[in-house]
């Protein structure tokens, strides 16, 4: 897609509570949703995916939910701990080649 | 053993001169990627090769020029380097269709 729009940019939450950061993208030919996770100093990591044909997808703390009428899709992250601190991305693919669109990043804070 | 490894992992260099940074994957993956992150995070793609060949050019000043050699190796080869290149510089690679295994980075400084 040619622009992918995350929300929010920075996001502080309590220790074991919820997180959610979402995006939009606009080109619904859209068709693959990954998001990654970027520690301080580290590469960002694939934590989650979702294919288009799919609503919803959890691993274990972690889900990502896709809605394609509206063209957006989130991040939910539940009981959140300090490790969960990072910069965390969305992308979304429309490319053939594989070429993903990435959001501006949210910089995730957890507090003890 | 290291999916997608970068060389080096930090580079200092002066206003106008020539550096490379290499990739290598050990994945299989057919496509290869580079992508810069600036000082805001943005990740943004510049490059992208598909079995040694060029499939993604971004608007990247043509200073900026990729090679590889083989499937399993993507290099970066940046001439006249100028204050504004100074970043973050990934190699990643996938199977088509799928997320990225990115390299540990390359953190350029351009003074």
């Known amino acids: 897609g040619e622009n992918v729009e995350q929300h929010p940019s920075t996001l502080s939450v309590q220790e074991g509570d919820s997180a959610v950061i979402k995006c939009t993208y606009s080109?619904?030919?859209?068709?693959?949703f990954p998001w990654y996770k970027q520690e301080l100093g580290k590469r960002p990591q694939l934590i989650i995916d979702?294919?288009?044909?799919?609503g919803e997808k959890k691993d274990q703390r972690i889900a990502v939910t896709l809605n394609k009428t509206a063209k957006h899709f989130s991040l939910h992250i539940t009981e959140t701990q300090p490790e969960d601190s990072a910069v965390y991305f969305c992308a979304d693919l429309t490319d053939s080649w594989g070429k993903l669109q990435f959001g501006a990043g949210t910089q995730v804070v957890v507090t003890p | 053993d290291t999916a997608v490894s970068q060389t080096p992992k930090y580079l200092v260099t002066q206003m106008g001169n020539d550096k490379s940074i290499k990739c290598e994957q050990n994945l299989g993956h057919d496509t290869m990627y580079w992508y810069k992150q600036d000082s805001k995070k943005f990740l943004k793609i510049m490059f992208s090769?598909?079995?040694?060949?060029?499939?993604i050019n971004e608007t990247v000043p043509n200073r900026f020029s990729p090679k590889s050699p083989d499937k399993a190796h993507l290099n970066l080869h940046i001439n006249s380097l100028e204050l504004g290149d100074s970043a973050v510089y990934f190699c990643?690679?996938?199977?088509?269709?799928?997320?990225?295994?990115f390299g540990s980075g390359t953190r350029l400084t351009v003074v």
């Open positions: 990643a690679s996938s199977p088509v269709n799928y997320g990225y295994t």
């Open positions: 080109d619904s030919a859209s068709n693959y």
């Open positions: 979702i294919r288009s044909n799919v």
């Open positions: 090769y598909n079995n040694k060949e060029l499939i």
